[in-house]
């Protein structure tokens, strides 16, 4: 069933086509029916199938593409939105119709969509239709559209952008919402919202200049697009030459081109205006999804503002102008900015103008102004009421039905009012006879806002009962705090209740019954919500216990409810203002667990980092306010772990020294923080360039570590202790780190917490596990370096078994087996990086001595031991040796292709050896020697094994084999001597390729193939950096493309920087330190190409992209010399 203006259509089209379409129509509809069947017919033909082409249909009709876009407007017209789709989806298929015709079709399409999804009430499938509106809209900007399509597609596809990010918005505001991150999710679409609206701006400016061209040509005037219409217009030059005679055929030719033109012009300045004025008010929405008082959330609204004075200088006696000044106002009192809001305001207000356009304008003037004051506490504090003068008064007090009460009335009439209480107040005994008029009109303010019955009711029934104003019948709350309490606590019984019976139907094991009393429970505690969100106002100074146990109790209510945010600012602010007050701890305790919440369930970086921070921030101060209690230890842990989280060492540092010298659990405390800053040496280590702290400051971390785990390792007493076996493998890394064999071999033996010393034992604690492997790939590569050859084969033996046996034991085992390479490799690095460099003919010795073991060992365990997981292990081993960029400069290029071969061969010996093991770790092994042949150069081996991985459907989704494949492709054209074959390795790196069976999907695809998960709430940090790394490689295929194509160089460079630069924008993080590092090492070689006369200093990089911007948006277009009108323009453009 189908609305058309209010008339009645059912059209059933299960099989489409004349015959099988069945109409029950009333007048208007049966035309667009006609018009319809006669189209369809046309189009596909009586059996309702596109009509081929032939011979004789093969050129497209003009007529059937004309016939075609009239259907498809009257349907839009009328509305018929799943008509027209359906309509569009038949014109798709139809081969007849011009390829230029389809490229608008997605475009059409979008617009159906957003049609559509305006009658959709269900907020999951709306989100899908505008989703599937957007993309349709990108797909027509892909045809790069130019003209009024480019215009009306940017323009629409901003305005799905803010329906989608106002969505999430409205989401957010449900009781049950998680609003911080759905904010957060609302904030990339106003970002994209916002660059799609400049995109159409610059659209129009582009087009309004080319008008401006053609009319300056035919009239000789200077250009006047952006001139306000008001202050239009120049005098007459009366020292100008009269112009030449022309013919009146000539005459009327221009004057109709003239006006044709100027026509033009008026609606691309109309289109010009609403484009500025979208990005201003997007930039505003942005900032409200963003956290109050960062420094985004103040740039957003300091645009925004800057936007609106803009507009309103140049068209101040405009619509637009005067809409922008309001909310040029608006913006400052939210910034808090009053004086300049008022100013701003007082513009508004001051209008004469009685039409309904400024009369509403004046009402949403007059609301944030009366906002203003009264969030003005300077102003209030000095008894300032200048704004209650009696027009505005006369103007507050105006009779307005109850259905044209809107949220700005309202706010008007409330506001009023409470000032007016205020004033009242401010009134001398004295003269306490001037109050009675103030708080008559007051009251009829309070009162005509229950009218409304929405904004301002209960604020506005409270003041009413102030004025001694009976109050409706309907109020479930009582005029005192005590009484308001007494309301509130039915509610919390009756959950509490609930919450009993719950409990027992779950040991009666009645799950049905259960389910129902939970939620009784849970409407019962949203009452109590409302009732104490009532109660809490009507608190006096000597009502303060009770106030601070009833917001104790709605922090809890709130943190049950899952509204994480509010209830941590609850708990939060019963810490900070009240810490003896009964239940401030406990609501501190719940504070600090909503920010742990908080910060997992935040897909976005930002937000959890601030989470994170948040989270420590609040255990500190648990641990200053209550330093004795249990509260402080259980704080410190959890501050521990939410500085680890945030990768946070300065943070790490402060925690410890707050640590209480008697606390009875200071060793392990000291334990957890020293092991987390250990950590942090070695990530903050792995950075290069700028971000890269001080060594200084890195040693003073690394020393930090060393003397917190030390300190509680010697109060460590209890055989077994998790943390202090962690402690001590932190311990038994730095050690290796400072070639302290002496310190290692004291830690890993230690009889109560050496990590050697417990994996011996019969824990399954200790023999499986994180906490197990670490320890048994740290005692085995010591054990190797020091010739231990029995406790090394005890050791990989115990590997072995810790890696289980089920399905996926030998792909653990190998990852077990390459972390310990790694680990091996980072240690080598160790020795020629740093001060350590200045030494390298000590580090090589020491190098060869730690290899040396390893290869003997390594060596014996291939010849004696011929288990597959013995061999698998000495063929990874070789490989990871071969490979290591961190050995480069301690082993001899020789020597690692030695390691390379070496491995290859014990590859290729188990491929050999065949039966059921070895077919079920085929694809794993296949894998490596993909790896190793890759590493020497030998493409054809390399490419025949990723052939046979990825040529088997149930394996193209092998994220590894993927990867390894993207990395061949690169390697093979970078370092391939044919430029011919280098290229098309590297388009095929870059973009990938399915030839044959095999599904190659290159670094392109990868990242399109893991976006979504690598930015969901709940994404792995592995498969977000698989992200980030693939589109840097990209970037680094195209810079090494343009390598290879002189002609095409600088278009294949200008595509890489624009590969990192929109990176960069969609997430400006870009995956952490380490790898933002990288890009921006790789963005600056790229424009050092691009323009090799670049200085260093101008050579900014990423940094380079955000002054851009700001350079862009701040510099006018060059001023016209010989037209200075026109310049002047130009520059507002």
């Known amino acids: 069933m189908m609305n058309a203006t209010h008339e009645s259509v059912f059209v059933r089209a299960t099989h489409v086509g004349t015959k099988s379409m069945f109409v029950v129509l009333s007048s208007t509809a049966k035309v667009i029916s006609c018009f319809l069947l006669l189209t369809l017919t046309q189009l596909f033909g009586q059996d309702g199938k596109a009509v081929p082409p032939s011979s004789e249909n093969t050129k497209t009709s003009g007529s059937e593409i004309s016939t075609t876009r009239r259907l498809l407007d009257v349907l839009e017209e009328k509305k018929m939105f799943d008509v027209e789709i359906w309509v569009l989806d038949s014109a798709e298929k139809n081969e007849s119709l011009d390829g230029e015709f389809k490229k608008e079709l997605p475009y059409r399409r979008a617009m159906s969509l957003v049609g559509l999804s305006h009658r959709e009430s269900d907020t999951s499938k709306r989100s899908k239709i505008l989703d599937d509106a957007q993309q349709q809209i990108d797909l027509f900007l892909t045809s790069a559209p130019i003209g009024d399509a480019a215009i009306g597609a940017s323009l629409q596809k901003g305005n799905v952008l803010v329906e989608r990010a106002r969505m999430k918005v409205l989401q957010a505001g449900r009781p049950s919402a998680d609003k911080k991150a759905l904010l957060a999710e609302a904030a990339p679409f106003l970002v994209q919202a916002i660059a799609a609206f400049e995109m159409t701006e610059k659209s129009v400016l582009d087009q309004l200049h080319s008008v401006d061209d053609e009319l300056e040509k035919l009239i000789g005037k200077p250009k006047a697009s952006e001139t306000d219409a008001a202050d239009a217009g120049n005098a007459n030059d009366s020292k100008k030459k009269p112009p030449k005679k022309i013919s009146t055929a000539e005459s009327r030719k221009r004057l109709t081109q003239q006006t044709k033109l100027k026509a033009q012009q008026e609606v691309l300045q109309g289109k010009l205006l609403q484009a500025r004025l979208l990005v201003a008010g997007s930039l505003f929405e942005k900032s409200q999804v963003l956290d109050e008082g960062s420094e985004e959330w103040k740039k957003s609204l300091e645009d925004s503002s800057a936007k609106y004075k803009d507009l309103y200088s140049k068209y101040r006696s405009r619509g637009v102008g005067l809409f922008a000044r309001y909310y040029e106002g608006r913006n400052y009192v939210v910034t808090k900015e009053y004086e300049k809001a008022r100013t701003a305001l007082a513009d508004i207000l001051m209008l004469e103008d009685e039409s309904d356009l400024v009369v509403g304008l004046r009402v949403k003037a007059l609301n944030s102004t009366l906002d203003s004051w009264l969030k003005d506490e300077k102003a209030l504090a000095e008894k300032q009421f200048a704004v209650i003068s009696e027009p505005l008064m006369k103007f507050a007090m105006t009779k307005v039905s109850a259905d044209k009460l809107d949220a700005d009335w309202l706010g008007v009439k409330y506001r009023m009012a409470d000032l007016l209480e205020r004033q009242a107040a401010t009134i001398d005994e004295k003269e306490k006879t001037k109050r009675a008029p103030l708080l008559r009109d007051a009251k009829k303010l309070a009162a005509d806002v229950l009218k409304g019955k929405k904004e301002f009711v209960v604020e506005s029934r409270e003041m009413l009962t102030r004025l001694g104003k009976s109050l409706p019948d309907d109020v479930s709350f009582g005029a005192s705090f005590e009484e308001a309490m007494d309301s509130a606590k039915i509610s919390i019984d009756a959950m509490q209740a609930r919450v009993a019976e719950s409990k027992a139907f779950d040991l009666q094991k009645d799950a049905e019954k259960s389910k129902v009393s939970k939620d009784l429970a849970s409407t019962e505690r949203d009452k109590s919500i409302v009732a104490l969100r009532k109660a809490i106002p009507l608190a006096g100074d000597e009502d303060l216990d009770g106030l601070n146990k009833a ?526 590092e990288q890009f921006d090492k790789l963005l600056k070689e790229i424009q050092k190409e691009i323009d090799p006369a670049i200085a260093s200093k101008d050579n900014k990089g990423l940094a380079g992209i955000v002054d851009e911007e700001v350079q862009e948006s701040s510099v006018p277009r060059k001023a016209n010399e010989k037209n200075p009108a026109a310049a002047g323009v130009s520059a507002g453009k």
């Open 551 to 1076: 917001r104790y109790i709605l922090t809890f209510l709130l943190y049950d409810q899952g509204r994480l945010y509010d209830s941590a600012a609850m708990g939060a602010f019963l810490m900070n203002r009240y810490p003896n007050s009964p239940g401030s701890r406990q609501a501190a305790r719940i504070s600090m667990a909503c920010w742990q919440q908080l910060s997992k369930l935040s897909a976005d970086d930002v937000w959890k980092t601030g989470a994170r921070r948040q989270c420590a921030e609040v255990a500190e101060e648990i641990m200053r306010t209550w330093p004795d209690d249990k509260e402080s230890i259980d704080a410190a842990v959890i501050a521990i772990a939410a500085a680890t989280e945030a990768k946070d060492p300065k943070r790490l540092l402060s925690i410890v020294s707050q640590i209480p010298a008697d606390s009875p659990r200071r060793g392990e405390l000291l334990l957890r923080a020293g092991s987390a800053l250990w950590r942090e040496v070695l990530e903050k280590q792995r950075i290069e360039g700028e971000s890269r702290p001080k060594q200084e400051e890195i040693d003073a971390w690394k020393q930090k570590a060393v003397e917190s785990i030390d300190t509680g390792l010697q109060g460590a007493t209890t055989p077994g202790d998790k943390i202090a076996v962690m402690g001590a493998l932190a311990r038994c890394q730095i050690a290796m780190a400072d070639a302290d064999p002496n310190k290692v071999k004291e830690c890993l033996h230690n009889a109560v917490w050496g990590p050697w010393t417990v994996v011996q034992k019969e824990d399954k604690a200790f023999s499986e596990g994180p906490i197990a492997e670490e320890s048994l790939r740290l005692s085995l590569r010591y054990f190797i370096e020091k010739d231990e050859i029995e406790n090394a084969t005890l050791a990989m033996n115990k590997l072995e078994l810790a890696a289980g046996t089920g399905e996926k034991a030998a792909e653990k085992l190998t990852n077990m087996y390459l972390v310990m390479g790694r680990e091996l490799q980072q240690e080598l690095d160790g020795l020629v990086s740093g001060d350590k460099a200045s030494d390298l003919k000590a580090a090589k010795e020491r190098a060869a001595k730690i290899l040396g073991g390893f290869e003997k060992f390594l060596d014996g365990v291939g010849k004696r031991d011929k288990k597959f997981s013995s061999q698998l292990w000495v063929a990874t081993t070789y490989f990871t040796l071969g490979s290591g960029q961190g050995t480069g400069a301690v082993v001899e290029k020789a020597k690692a292709e030695d390691y390379l071969k070496k491995s290859s061969t014990v590859y290729e010996s188990l491929l050999k050896t065949g039966g059921e093991e070895i077919k079920k770790y085929e694809s794993t092994i296949r894998l490596k020697l993909a790896s190793v042949y890759r590493e020497l150069g030998e493409w054809d081996e390399a490419k025949g094994h990723l052939e046979w991985i990825l040529g088997d459907p149930k394996r193209i989704n092998w994220l590894d084999a993927q990867t390894e494949a993207a990395n061949f492709f690169q390697a093979a054209g970078e370092r391939n001597p044919d430029k011919s074959k280098g290229k098309e390795a590297l388009l095929i790196a870059i973009r990938g390729e399915q030839k044959s069976g095999v599904v190659f999907w290159g670094w392109g695809g990868l990242a399109n193939k893991v976006s979504r998960q690598a930015f969901s709430p709940s994404a792995d940090e592995a498969i977000k950096k698989q992200f980030f790394e693939a589109r840097l490689n990209v970037a680094r295929c195209r810079k090494s493309l343009a390598s290879k194509s002189e002609s095409e160089k600088q278009k294949l460079l200008e595509m890489a920087k624009k590969d990192i630069v929109l990176t960069y924008k969609l997430y400006p993080e870009l995956g952490g330190q380490v790898l933002k």
